[in-house]
């Protein structure tokens, strides 16, 4: 099974503020490797797929970079409502696997 | 535009049964792959198994927690996706979502997603 690791778990920034959050796979995953966002009480929403597409209607804030084992999901200048907790997941390999999550919480 | 929709959770003891339902709606279900994903309380996300397209073959895969346990299956005429829950345990406590999965090459990522539905194991 291929695991995600995440980091950092928590992450404390400002509004207007750039945040890169990582997540770094135990085998390559080649480039098949998604970003989800999860505000509290809702479900899990795709932002990235195959490391650097956005999905529908995401703005162009996010992107996302990277291939092998090492991605990063960059938001260019954070919004109020970008604050919630971020999950990375891979789908090389059976099983799928999500990483752990980052939070990304208000400063 | 494609949504799904939950339900059957419910308070349930160990060792019980429990069958979650998932209502396709905007795509005939057989066409698209489905798959169901579990929370558990505070805790990060799980892929637990999927259904493939009738295209696909319409076969289901299942992650090692669950298979023997679970069984996805498919009423084309309701267009629903079905999660039967045998033998459960309180470690399957959750909100369990189900999603669409596509993704050219392997496997899938998930998108959209359901509201989810709550199962809780206790006795």
């Known amino acids: 099974e291929i695991v995600l690791t995440q980091s950092p778990a928590t992450l404390s920034l400002s509004p207007g503020e750039g945040a890169a959050l990582s997540c770094r796979a135990s085998?390559?995953?080649?480039?098949?490797l998604a970003w989800y966002q999860q505000k509290p009480g809702q479900a899990p929403r795709l932002l990235i797929y195959?490391?650097?597409n956005r999905a529908t209607g995401i703005p162009a804030r996010f992107s996302g970079s990277g291939s092998g084992t090492d991605f990063t999901l960059t938001i260019s200048s954070l919004e109020p409502e970008d604050f919630a907790v971020y999950y990375c997941?891979?789908?090389?390999?059976?099983?799928?696997?999500f990483g752990q999550g980052t939070k990304l919480e208000i400063k | 535009e494609v949504q799904l929709v939950e339900s059957g959770g419910g308070l349930i003891k160990p060792g019980g049964s429990l069958r979650l339902s998932c209502t396709v709606s905007?795509?005939?279900?057989?066409?698209?792959?489905v798959t169901w994903v579990r929370q558990a309380p505070g805790k990060g996300l799980e892929c637990l198994g999927h259904?493939?397209?009738?295209?696909?073959?319409?076969?289901?895969g299942y992650a090692a927690p669950v298979k023997g346990r679970f069984a996805i299956s498919r009423d084309d005429s309701e267009n629903t996706v079905y999660l039967e829950m045998n033998s459960l345990r309180t470690e399957d406590t959750g909100v369990y979502y189900c999603?669409?999965?596509w993704g050219s090459g392997p496997l899938y990522h998930f998108d959209p997603w359901g509201q989810g539905t709550v199962v809780t194991v206790s006795s």
């Open positions: 999603t669409r999965g």
């Open positions: 085998q390559s995953v080649s480039n098949y």
């Open positions: 997941q891979q789908r090389s390999n059976w099983p799928v696997t």
């Open positions: 195959d490391a650097s």
């Open positions: 905007g795509i005939t279900s057989n066409a698209i792959w």
């Open positions: 259904i493939k397209s009738k295209t696909d073959g319409g076969t289901t």
